[in-house]
């Protein structure tokens, strides 16, 4: 088979963070895994369901360690090489860390797909390790039936400015980092109905990586981080609040979204897995239609970092906005709240 002719898309049942185990099903696994004892430095483990663990060393500094892979995305290899590492290395960011050295994870179907493809992959995979200078240092592959690509993460950060998901505080504002609609617009393509134009502001976004993190830290009244991936908005959203024994407020006029992406909605053209967010979440959220449904539990690839600040750290998340996100702001799309009966509201 040529390698232009192949769509990658078109070789795997799922597509990028999509492809997750759904969070019911994760819940029941980890449930019956065993106890794990207790670690003192061990700082952040899989208990929150943070991005990333992070481990005491000396010093006050501390090891910060993710591992992150999927199907393909996108139908070009080099692309979804580069979407999968930068899809793990900002795993770190959200953290508040910086990357270290990554090593890959490469699952390759050989009697079906050219060896050359999977060597773009690994290019792609090096690009985004080089963007922000790391090493990809070595890796593991296996020939597998469904392609699928990402990297395991070593990072450093400071144990005073770690980012985590479950520390928010009533009152703060919520912000993302990036606009909603990698699923969507993914979804599109695998379909074959997704316009050039739309293609390469997909692309842009999923190759985008969340450097962002390692400077939140700097903001005073910047209280949680997270970033938003297979479980969708809503989903990396209730995280937040359970864990911080809170509720949120989403108004969905305020919520960004990529170019093109409501337009296909309308369509109904979003991935499958968005049901399978919406049964984990329905119980606790209210207010919620159809265009918010789809939004809201579309699956994210590499998608943006959801912050939760308070409101005297706007001005200075505005200037770090403008450093690294051309084209974003720092408006807030909602904010978080005293517990309620609902853990999210929707605000149309």
């Not at 296909?264 to 119980?283: G, H, L, M, S, V």
Request: aromatic fraction near 6%; include cysteine; hydrophobic fraction near 45%.
């Amino acid at each position: 088979m040529a390698e232009e002719q192949v769509k990658l898309t078109q070789f795997s049942h799922g597509s990028g963070c999509g492809c997750k185990i759904a969070p019911g099903v994760l819940e029941e696994i980890l449930k019956h895994s065993g106890s794990q004892q207790t670690f003192r430095d061990l700082l952040v483990g899989y208990e929150s369901n943070d991005d990333a663990a992070v481990y005491r060393l000396n010093n006050g500094t501390c090891l910060v360690s993710t591992t992150d892979f999927f199907t393909p995305i996108v139908d070009d290899a080099f692309t979804f090489g580069r979407a999968a590492a930068a899809n793990a290395l900002s795993d770190i960011y959200a953290m508040g860390g910086k990357p270290l050295l990554a090593v890959a994870i490469l699952g390759w179907p050989v009697e079906k797909l050219p060896p050359a493809l999977a060597s773009r992959v690994l290019e792609g995979g090096r690009a985004a390790c080089a963007e922000v200078s790391i090493p990809l240092a070595g890796g593991h592959s296996i020939d597998s039936p469904e392609p699928f690509f990402g990297l395991a993460v070593s990072g450093l950060v400071d144990e005073k400015r770690i980012l985590r998901n479950n520390t928010a505080k009533e009152g703060d504002l919520l912000f993302l980092t990036k606009p909603i609609g990698t699923g969507i617009l993914s979804s599109a393509m695998k379909r074959g109905k997704l316009l050039p134009a739309h293609e390469k502001v997909l692309c842009l976004n999923l190759t985008a990586i969340n450097t962002i993190g390692a400077e939140l830290a700097d903001v005073e009244g910047v209280h949680s981080v997270t970033d938003i991936t297979g479980f969708g908005l809503a989903g990396h959203l209730i995280e937040m609040a359970e864990g911080s024994g809170l509720s949120a407020e989403i108004d969905m006029k305020k919520v960004p979204l990529l170019e093109g992406a409501a337009s296909y909605a309308a369509q109904f053209i979003f991935p499958d897995n968005t049901y399978r967010n919406w049964n984990a979440c329905e119980k606790k959220v209210t207010g919620i239609n159809g265009p918010s449904f789809i939004t809201l539990c579309d699956p994210q690839t590499n998608g943006g970092l959801l912050l939760a600040a308070a409101e005297n750290s706007v001005p200075a998340l505005d200037s770090l906005f403008k450093r690294f996100l051309p084209g974003m702001q720092a408006m807030p799309i909602g904010r978080m709240v005293a517990r309620a009966s609902s853990i999210i509201e929707v605000i149309e």
